[in-house]
């Protein structure tokens, strides 16, 4: 392939809270909370017995800062978003975590996939409700009142079918089109 009809695209999508980030927000507070209660009730019992000498409450203030710089870390891993990158007809997903942390998740090919299309589009409505059970589902959008989500099938090469939901932009599935013309579609 001649290098200046290359393709590079990169989409960063920030993933919207939902209920389930919010109530594990809420466990890993109060979980927070009770540690630290309960290491303070146990650091003045030690210090109210006499048997401290001083070490008992410094060592309690440290452990009760390790937990709640423990809860912040915990905290900000809830603040996801995923990268796409597309690189000619290769997809890559990343999760990025607080704008620190990254994990690769997911990869595939335009060209190898079965089908790409939008979750809405009433001409492959069959194919999203009815396809065959697929090993692996990766949710991957960001907020779904937004709309616009695809979703992709295809088959890797351990055999495992997957299907991927995701929110590109319409350059990227435009481009993913001119690799596959039969297999990506546009709703118009």
Same mark, same amino acid.
């Given at each position: 392939?001649?290098?200046?009809?290359?393709?590079?695209?990169?989409?960063? &999508?920030? !993933?919207?809270?939902?209920? !389930?980030?919010?109530?594990?927000?809420?466990?890993?507070?109060?979980?927070? /909370?009770?540690? @630290?209660?309960? &290491?303070?009730?146990?650091?003045?019992?030690?210090?109210?017995?006499?048997?401290?000498?001083?070490?008992?409450?410094?060592?309690?203030? /440290?452990?009760?800062?390790? /937990?709640?710089?423990?809860?912040?870390?915990?905290? @900000? *891993?809830?603040?996801?978003?995923?990268?796409? &990158?597309?690189?000619?007809?290769?997809?890559?997903?990343?999760? %990025? *975590?607080?704008?620190?942390?990254?994990?690769?998740?997911?990869?595939?090919?335009?060209?190898?996939?079965?089908?790409?299309?939008?979750?809405?589009?009433?001409?492959?409505?069959?194919?999203?409700?009815?396809?065959?059970?697929?090993?692996? %589902?990766?949710?991957?959008?960001?907020?779904? @009142?937004?709309?616009?989500?695809?979703? %992709?099938?295809?088959?890797?090469?351990?055999?495992?079918?997957?299907?991927?939901?995701?929110?590109?932009? @319409? !350059?990227?599935?435009?481009?993913?089109?001119?690799?596959?013309?039969?297999? /990506?579609?546009?709703?118009?």
């Amino acid at each position: 392939m001649d290098i200046y009809n290359d393709s590079f695209i990169e989409y960063l &999508i920030t !993933k919207k809270k939902d209920g !389930k980030d919010y109530a594990i927000l809420a466990l890993l507070t109060l979980a927070a /909370v009770a540690l @630290s209660a309960g &290491i303070l009730l146990l650091t003045f019992a030690l210090m109210a017995s006499g048997n401290d000498h001083g070490l008992g409450s410094s060592v309690g203030l /440290v452990v009760v800062a390790l /937990v709640w710089y423990a809860w912040y870390l915990l905290k @900000s *891993m809830r603040n996801v978003e995923y990268e796409y &990158i597309m690189t000619n007809s290769a997809m890559d997903i990343d999760k %990025v *975590m607080s704008k620190r942390g990254r994990k690769h998740l997911v990869e595939w090919d335009f060209k190898e996939i079965e089908i790409c299309a939008r979750i809405d589009d009433p001409n492959h409505k069959y194919e999203y409700e009815n396809s065959a059970p697929r090993d692996k %589902v990766y949710d991957l959008t960001g907020d779904k @009142s937004r709309g616009y989500i695809y979703f %992709v099938d295809y088959t890797d090469e351990n055999n495992v079918k997957t299907r991927v939901l995701f929110q590109p932009t @319409s !350059k990227i599935i435009e481009t993913a089109r001119k690799y596959n013309r039969r297999s /990506v579609f546009i709703m118009e």
